[in-house]
Every structure is written in structure tokens, then in C-alpha cells.
Nanobody, 123 residues
Framework: VQLQASGGGTVQPGGSLRLSCTAS????????IGWFRQAPGKEREGISC????????YYADSVKGRFTISRDNVKNTVYLQMDTLKPEDTAVYYC?????????????????WGSGTQVTVSS
């Protein structure tokens, strides 16, 4: 089971990026998939997830209203659209799953992690 996160980069404040999480060897649609981030010197933070049950989505307060998580079952990909980016969004972003249908923002329970992708928001 491998997850791969991509789409990071450097943008100015107020800009947008779209991250992608793809998987090999299993179908993402059946599992809850979360996006997490870790800034230098800070604890890893769960920011958004989408469930494998009914596609319910959840967001941390820090990103609510600015980020949107979605799932494309045909492409076997989960996206994180990030708009109105702020310097405090700068971090390495990861996708992960605990192989349950329900999703969770608790990083300690995740079993499988994708490689991180760096997001830098700077003028």
C-alpha cells in the first residue's frame, strides 16, 4: 500500500494550490483519507478528511472556508484545493489513512502515510 502526495510549491499569500493524493494497490474510495501538515518545530496537524462511507468531509478550523477536499474515484485520487493561502499554511503536507471508512483528523491513528509535499506561502 503506497500513497503519494503531490502538487506542492511556492505561492504568494492569497494564492492557491491543489494537492493530489494517489494510491497504488488499493482503491481510495473505500477508505477515509486525511490531509495532514507539519510545519518546522510544530506538531503534525490534521486539516481535512473525506470519509469512505458517504463522502462526508471535515475540516480543521484553521483551514475551514479556504480549503476543499474532494475525491475522484475514477482517477483514484483525493484532492485538497487550497485557496487564500497564508504564510502560516507553510508546511509539509501529507495524505494518510487508517484503513477505516470513517475519516479522522487524528494523525496518531494513521497507518499509511504518503510522501510529503512542501507548500511554502511567501511574498
Amino acid at each position: 500500500v503506497q500513497l503519494q502526495a503531490s502538487g506542492g510549491g511556492t505561492v504568494q499569500p492569497g494564492g492557491s494550490l491543489r494537492l493530489s493524493c494517489t494510491a497504488s494497490r488499493f482503491r481510495l474510495r473505500y477508505w477515509g483519507i486525511g490531509w495532514f501538515r507539519q510545519a518546522p518545530g510544530k506538531e503534525r496537524e490534521g486539516i481535512s478528511c473525506v470519509s469512505g462511507d458517504d463522502g462526508s468531509t471535515y475540516y480543521a478550523d484553521s483551514v475551514k472556508g479556504r480549503f476543499t477536499i474532494s475525491r475522484d474515484n475514477v482517477k483514484n485520487t483525493v484532492y485538497l484545493q487550497m485557496d487564500t493561502l497564508k504564510p502560516e499554511d507553510t508546511a509539509v503536507y501529507y495524505c494518510a489513512t487508517d484503513r477505516r471508512r470513517a475519516c479522522s483528523l487524528d494523525y496518531s491513528g494513521m497507518d499509511y502515510w504518503g510522501s510529503g509535499t512542501q507548500v511554502t506561502v511567501s511574498s
